[in-house]
């Protein structure tokens, strides 16, 4: 039997040892996305290692960086919550100045990023510096102990969002920070999932080739703070992008009329117009998703909650210029 | 040659940073302080300068971005004021504990609320306990001058802390006073080169800046800070006795005037050493044994050099433009705690002064002065005073 | 056996490791968390069969570890010393050719 070889490269930039949940998704994007821009620094630059890292406070900074230990092969830099993507600003001007080759990756969870750090985010990518920010999306403040951020998504339980006599919990939509991203006309906007690790990687990798900014945003699975089984952490994310609650698109220099919006699979029926998404049918019911995790086992005795969630999906969807039909189980 | 020249102390810097050719810039305009960007704009602009210049969002992206590029091994510069400090104060304490040696330019003034873009001192007073060290100018030489200083110090192994250095709204900031600007040659010399041996984010030597420390670690590190302050105190004389020696002129951590025989000693920052010092001469043309410091290096603080002050002076005056609400200002806490245990000291009386642009003058002095001497004369006197209130609309 | 990607960097902080404080409290080894053997976290450990095994990679790129690594024939190899046990390479395994077991310690 023929052998295929390994599909990314086999250079290690994330060491073993840290202190990440078992089964955290986070864990697996970063140790992903490292590897992509090694790759693409390797084909831009011939230098695989001719990045570094700026990141924000969070549980991939904490579980990565404890005095005297490093779970980092490449440069590395934390300064606080809010403003990893202005220390990057900062990293990228001084290697712009000594001449070094190579782009910055700059790392925030969604509270870092959606809320605390959203006006460095801003200020980044207006700006023009040569920087990749990736947001790892875990839905709430983890390293607190899940809080709701605004990237919380309808309906979810969290500490700060619990279900009660006058509450469904989470009560408001997602905010989108790839739409907000890309509406700053940067060269390149993607979202991604590690349910889809090729096309998450390979998004990485455009992300760090394009010159000037680019933001990905990654849905990771937290199996503490979404009450899931361990082992399902990337079922649970790809069930996100096959029922439609997560869209896997890209975005060029904020040309939303072009988004490329990637079919979701989980036999979802996909019509193009002129090469361009139009519409989606969705085949799995949003409750395939959502029965896994215990965040959202409330909504089960609450139905309309659900049916107000598909709602929602539909207006992000349209929003994509996308009209997506979701099923209810059993149809 | 040096050229002789008239500027504001916002030029002042602008043309200090030059000098010191920092690879960063990053800034954000805040009154009384926007001048220092829009010049260092121009200089970047024409090509006088090599550096790049980010316009970022806040001041708080302002100081993260140049830990960002100091902690990749780069020298850097800011200025700003005010809100300004105070939106940078979170990450004033990383800068410090991750021991990058920016250095920023201050045109002191007063913080909300009520909004007012006035001098005094609060915004970098309140900054003290950052780990940063502070230098303040009393004209537009100093303002110069203590930037060069202050990245040779920031900058030196035995230091690696970064330095802030204040000097007052529009008194200074949008004052014309002749600078001499010094020669780039001999600045290069003085300065040299800034190659960090512990902060480079450099690909070829992968490490890992900015962690987390656990109780086992973080007073250990937190005392590293510490211990750059305090030898800080050795590398500020060495550089201002180097600084002298090439550049000509004299820096002291506190500089004294007529202190001599000197009864009472009025102790300030800034530029109201000035109106201090010609208030002493006007009390000496009337035999009042009067003198004056003026502290230059607030920390570092002279702790040393504010005990052989202290043991010429019978009472000494504080006059500051900060106040700790229900303590006094922070001279007043640093004088009281640097001579509480030494046998023999002056009293000390605290003069809250000048606020939010208040101008200082003789009268306000004068009062300054009876209250001093009811405590020389071992009166009644109250330890924290308001000085120049307006009391008909309180 | 193959040899683990981290062994150089084992055996670095085996050499370097120092608790001494560094200005700023950087850590200057890359890699050096890999002296925390997080396999003592582990109930259910994965076992692994050979046979059954296509090399389609998926365990090797989802471990959050990364506690899997490929060996000279790119068959993977499970790191006891850092798998936390969470399961999803089982989970992901298209042919079964890994099953979680429970730890027997």
Redesign the interface.
Known sequence: MAVRKPPITTREYWAPGHAACAGCGCATALKLATKAFSEAMEEKYGDPNAFAIAQATGCMEVVSAVFPYTAWKVPWIHVAFENAAAAASGVEAAWKKLGRRGKILAIGGDGGTADIGMQALSGMLERRHNVVYLMYDNEAYMNTGIQRSSSTPYGAWTTTSPPGKYSIGEDKPKKWVALIAAAHQVPYVATASIGNPFDFVRKMKRAAKVDGPAFVQVHCTCPTGWKSPLEKGVEIARLAIETGIWPLFEIENGDFFNIKIQAPGGGAKVKREGGRVVAIEFKKPIEEYLKLQGRFKHLFKRPEAIDEMREQIKAMWKVLGVDVTLPKPGE | MPIRTVMKANEAAAWAAKLAKPKVIAAFPITPSTLIPEKISEFVANGELDAEFIKVESEHSAISACVGASAAGVRTFTATASQGLALMHEVLFIAAGMRLPIVIAVGNRSLSAPINIWNDWQDSISQRDTGWMQFYAENNQEALDLILIAFKVAEDERVLLPAMIGFDAFILTHTVEPVEIPDQEVVDEFLGEYEPNHAYLDPARPITQGTLAFPAHYMEARYTVWEANENAKKVIDEVFAEFEKRFGRKYQKIEEYRTDDAEIVFVTMGSLAGTVKEYVDHLRKKGIKAGAAKLTVYRPFPTEEVRELAKKAKVIALLEKNVTFSVGGALFQDFSRALVNQEEKPILVDFIIGLGGRDVTFKNLDEVLEISKKALSGEEFDEVNWIGLRKEIL | MAES??KA?IER?KRE???K??????????????????GS??VFMPEFNRDKC??C?LC????????I??DE??YPVF?Y??C?????C???CPTDAIV?VRETK
């Open positions: 990607p981290f960097d902080v490791y120092s608790e404080m560094t200005p700023g409290a950087v850590a200057r080894i890359p890699g050096s968390s890999v002296v925390n053997k997080t976290w582990r296509v090399r990679y090797y790129i989802y471990c959050p570890e990364p506690a690594y490929l024939e790119n790191d010393d850092y936390k046990g969470c399961g999803i089982a989970n992901e979680m």
